[in-house]
């Protein structure tokens, strides 16, 4: 079992351009969240996703940014017309219930 | 609205020491408390889960509490090691919304030799 598997780690955009991060879950998870660590900041929850559905983006901000998790594949954020307030790690989780939650190793996000 | 402190943010002691690691929150409707380690550049280890109808779980030389009614958990390292030293999270999921789990901003923690 490979765990959660988040592509690329690091990530390096210039202002305006578009970011893609995914986001592979533990083989049988079926729920995916996604968080963001500001510098020197706590973790913040942005997403949650089942697949096809979008269950809670109650912590995403209202423009640029969108999460998909489709049937076949991983789960996708998308931050559009970056900027450098997006300069941040990108963390994923998923869980097979709320029993318990298995994090990637983030995808690290510099936009210059 | 939920909140989760940790206290101290930074810590450095000497290789060999007991240490207690604080966690608190504002809520005590939570459905269970983990604790993580985050290494420099890395992701997110979980160390120990704690139900909220649990006291306590241990793992090796970590063992971790929780008062609901006081809305505190402790996170005790027995024995502290170079390798320990990382950043240690506490996050609590609300019993009201098992969507999000809600992170306290750190201990970071430093073992010298």
């Known amino acids: 079992n490979a765990g959660v598997m988040q592509n690329p780690r690091h990530l390096v955009r210039r202002r305006g351009q578009e970011a893609r991060l995914r986001c592979s879950p533990m083989?049988?998870?079926?729920?995916v969240y996604w968080y963001r660590q500001l510098p020197e900041e706590g973790l913040k929850f942005m997403v949650y996703?089942?697949?096809?559905?979008?269950?809670?983006e109650s912590g995403m901000p209202k423009e640029r940014f969108s999460a998909e998790f489709p049937k076949e594949g991983p789960s996708i954020l998308r931050i559009q017309q970056v900027v450098r307030g997006d300069s941040a790690a990108y963390f994923c989780?998923?869980?097979?219930?709320?029993?318990?939650?298995?994090f990637g190793s983030g995808t690290r996000l510099t936009v210059v | 609205k939920q909140e989760v402190t940790q206290i101290p943010a930074a810590l450095s002691v000497p290789e060999g020491e007991n240490l207690v690691l604080n966690c608190s929150f504002t809520?005590?409707?939570?459905?269970?408390l983990q604790w993580f380690r985050q290494d420099p550049g890395k992701g997110l280890t979980s160390l120990l889960l704690?139900?909220?109808?649990?006291r306590e779980q241990t793992s090796g030389r970590l063992n971790a509490s929780l008062d609901k009614s006081s809305g505190r958990s402790t996170l005790y390292i027995a024995a502290s090691q170079p390798g320990d030293s990382a950043t240690y999270l506490c996050?609590?999921?609300?019993?009201?919304?098992?969507?999000?789990?809600?992170f306290g901003t750190g201990t970071r923690l430093q073992v010298f030799p």
């Open positions: 083989k049988g998870h079926s729920h």
């Open positions: 996050a609590v999921l609300p019993s009201y919304n098992t969507d999000k789990l809600i």
């Open positions: 996703l089942q697949k096809e559905n979008i269950i809670d």
């Open positions: 989780a998923s869980s097979l219930d709320s029993y318990g939650y298995t």
């Open positions: 809520d005590s409707a939570i459905y269970n």
């Open positions: 704690i139900q909220s109808s649990q």
